[in-house]
Nanobody
Framework: QVQLVESGGGLVQAGGSLTLSCAGSGRTFSSVAMGWFRQAPGKEREFVASINWIGGTTVYADSVKGRFTISRDNAKNTLFLRMDSLKPEDTAVYYC???????????????????WGQGTQVTVSS
């Protein structure tokens, strides 16, 4: 059974930092692009960041560019999202996602992601 499990969410004050992790199991994710998305209450799920299969190319939403950093450890089948200078508007459930096709590029197109985690809550207080 293929699974993506996020961890690292929590409550943080504005200006603070958090690092999210996403552990994959059931298959190797080292050959596929992966990404982070988020969904705030009453809003649609939106793209946050993506990284290609080897980690050499990253894509960020304009709202997080310069504050968030996506990375991966293929040996551990794990994806990370380092979030700095957090703002109240970053409050959301954060989801890890992965594509199924090998050697895929980083992308913000949500429909291209085939595997999803259950999400982890990030709350930023003002």
């Amino acid at each position: 059974q293929v699974q993506l499990v996020e961890s690292g969410g929590g409550l943080v004050q504005a200006g603070g930092s958090l690092t999210l992790s996403c552990a994959g199991s059931g298959r190797t994710f080292s050959s596929v692009a992966m990404g982070w998305f988020r969904q705030a209450p009453g809003k649609e799920r939106e793209f946050v960041a993506s990284i290609n299969w080897i980690g050499g190319t990253t894509v960020y939403a304009d709202s997080v560019k310069g504050r968030f950093t996506i990375s991966r450890d293929n040996a551990k089948n794990t994806l990370f999202l380092r979030m700095d200078s957090l703002k109240p508007e970053d409050t959301a459930v954060y989801y890890c996602a992965a594509r199924s096709r090998a050697y895929t590029r980083a992308t913000d197109e949500i429909k291209l992601y085939d595997y999803w985690g259950q999400g982890t809550q990030v709350t930023v207080s003002s």
